[in-house]
């Protein structure tokens, strides 16, 4: 059958056969919240490329993350700004470290809110890469017992999910076993396997104070121009003891989390980072877009395209614009 007998127009005619005939819907289940902590107390530091998020000291963490939990966010992903940095990361995995103590408030707090860390070397490096430097060369082998003693002390302050940022060989491996040796075993892993060398980071490094002093991340994150590479990092992650793995960023990698969904069956994540935020934020500022329809649109490309969960710095937004209806 063909034109005039098939009409696509037909299903599209009523805003109740639009909603019945919905293949892909967003909730508030499948959102992650991304929060930034930083040492002291009363402190909500604005980051100025991202209008709407901002670096929060415990205490005004606690009231951002029970009005995020009161909307029906389930998870956040937590960010820490330590007090100093070396060039050991030492407080990375200080079980004192900011992290860990906001860990174990909001565990305290909330007992059923899913708390997922953040493992990365480069907030605590003084130097703001992601591993050990020698000689002007960012070590693979050196930095795996940082990443896993880092991932440990987390999960020590009451973590459920550890996810690995830094995209160093063989740390899901790492991390794994020193959380299994050290009696662990129920500690997911969440990895950021597919995690491009992105300008679209360029807002978080301003948040998270993460900038590299000297050169940039391209020889451990991936090139944006490949795509099979991208499901050769997700297959080893899994392999070594992935429970769920990430596709990062999103907007301008839909294609991988396809090709990521359509081969795997662990849980998919994808992360609508900091310059997809801040892109949206300034065109709507400017009256260009308008805001909640753009950015239900573009969480909603990426669950079309396979993704289970979407972490998001608009989640509380996105929450409550669905609770409205
Ligand atoms: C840490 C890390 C980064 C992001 C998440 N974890 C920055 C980077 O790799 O430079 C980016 C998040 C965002 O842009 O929203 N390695």
New binding site residues.
Partial sequence: MNFPQVRLRRLRSSSALRELLQETRLTTNDLIYPLFVQPGTGRKDPVSSMPGVFRYSQDLLIKEVEEAHELGIRAVLLFGIPEAKDEAATSAYDDNGIVQQAVRLLKKTFPELIVIT?V?L?EYMSHGH?GVVRDGVIENDGTLPLLAQTALSHARAGADIVAP??MMDGRVRAIREKLDYNGYPHVAILSYAAKFASA??GP??EAAD?APAFGD?RTY?MNPANGREALREVLQDIAEGADMVMVKPALAYLDVIRAVREKVLCPLVA?N???EYSMIKAAAARGWIDERQVVMESLTGMKRAGADLIITYYAKDVASWLREG
């Fill in positions: 953040d990365c480069c992601c940022s830094d679209f980071y978080f490094r993460s991340r994150q992360y980072v900091s310059g």
